[in-house]
Every structure is written in C-alpha cells, then in structure tokens.
C-alpha cells in the first residue's frame, strides 16, 4: 500500500530538472516552496481540475503522468498534450485570469503538488528567472500547438501515429528494456492525441506491427525501428 504524502511536504529538490519552471530557484527557495505549497494524491481517471472552472493556484506534478484535453464537437475529447515529472498545469488560466481551457486528468496513480494564487505570484513577482521561464513555457506552447495543428492539415494518419509515437518516447522515454515506451495510453487516448480516430488508431497500430515498426503488448508500446518511424516524417 502506498504511503500517503498529501500528509507531509513534497520536496521540490525531488523533481526539479533543468526543463522545469521552478529550475532557476535556488536550494533555500525550493526548501521554502517545499513547506509553503500542498499535495494531493490522485488516483488513475481522477480529475485534477475542469474545463470552464476558475483557478485558484497552479499545479506541479511530483510523480504521475496527466493528460489535458478539451471536449470538443458532439462531445468528442481532443488530448492537447501530456505531461510528467516536474512540469505545471493550469499556468495559462492563472496568469491570463480566465476559466480553464481544458480539463487535467491523471493517466496513471499520480502525486500533485498545489501552490495558491497568492504564493505563486509572490514568488513569482520576486524572481525574475521564474518570470522569464513562464514566459519559454508559454512560448513553447504556442510553438507546439501550431505545431500540432500544421501535423493535423498536412500529415496522413499513418505519419499522425508515427509522429504522436516519437513524441511519447521524447517525452516519457523508455521503460528499462530500451524500447517499450513509458507510458500507456488506450487506443482512444492514443487516437484522441494523434487527432485521428479510434478505428484508424487500431489499424494503423496493427500496420506498424506488421511492417515490424512497433509490437503491442496490450497497451504497452515497443518501438523497433525509430528510424523507420523519423522517416515516415521527412519523405
């Protein structure tokens, strides 16, 4: 049985790495954030937070993987992106103080760390390097949701699956084998981050398996041939 944390304080020092917003605090700010901010436990398929709420603080993730995504036409979801270790959600209705977007929902048994709209723009109001790395994660939002939308009008299904499989395997890495991504998506969730539908998910999967691209191990993910699937991309 897993310990429950969201009774004791969530060291920031843990999950830092250099591509999180909270990297260019100093040790002392991150002992200081680690007293000041809460956590919960969240379990698979629990919902962080939801569309078309207000926000009250920002999120960071301590361990787990989330998804957010947005329902869209005739209740369809659209997965907008993923995230894991050490990154934030819920920045872009805080700081443009508007309702969410989108709605964030744990793939997977996940801890979340919680700092108050008054903490956050403390904090943030004192650091200048914090400033400046909100301003590159919402840069780097823009760049991969036009991104994502170029991959859309111009990329088949196949080429969508391909590329969706590459940016898991950046994003999440490997498992200890070297080549089972680590991370499990169903194949609606897969489809719904590719922006392909479920049907065409499932056999485009069983295509790739057959040309000895990937293998599936129910929801589990084994790339074989990674050039093979950067190739699709660029011809």
Excluded: W
């Excluded at 699956?161 to 070297?178: M, N, P, T, V």
């Amino acid at each position: 049985m897993k310990p429950d944390l969201s009774k004791i304080p969530l060291s920031c020092q843990d999950c830092t790495n250099n591509s999180s917003t909270f990297s260019c605090l100093s040790s002392e700010e991150k002992d200081e954030l680690s007293v000041d901010k809460g956590n919960n436990f969240y379990k698979k398929g629990q919902t962080i937070f939801y569309e078309g709420n207000h926000p009250h603080g920002l999120y960071c993730i301590h361990s787990g993987k989330v998804k957010i995504s947005k329902l869209g036409e005739e209740g369809k979801e659209q997965i907008l992106r993923l995230a894991g270790k050490a990154e934030t959600l819920g920045y872009r209705a805080l700081l443009g103080n508007e309702p969410y977007k989108a709605t964030a929902t744990a793939l997977e048994d996940s801890y979340v760390c919680y700092l108050s709209k008054r903490q956050f723009f403390e904090l943030i109001t004192k650091n200048n390097n914090l400033c400046l790395n909100m301003i590159h994660t919402l840069a780097d939002d823009l760049r991969d949701s036009e991104q994502k939308l170029l991959d859309i009008s111009q990329l088949t299904a196949k080429e969508r699956i391909s590329s969706a499989l590459l940016i898991l395997k950046d994003k999440f890495g490997y498992q200890e084998d070297g080549k089972t991504i680590d991370v499990k998506l169903t194949r609606r969730e897969l489809g719904e981050f590719s922006g392909v539908t479920t049907e065409t998910t499932i056999r485009t999967l069983s295509e790739l398996n057959k040309e000895n691209v990937i293998e599936l191990k129910g929801k589990e993910i084994q790339i074989l041939d990674e050039k093979n699937l950067t190739h699709r991309l660029h011809h």
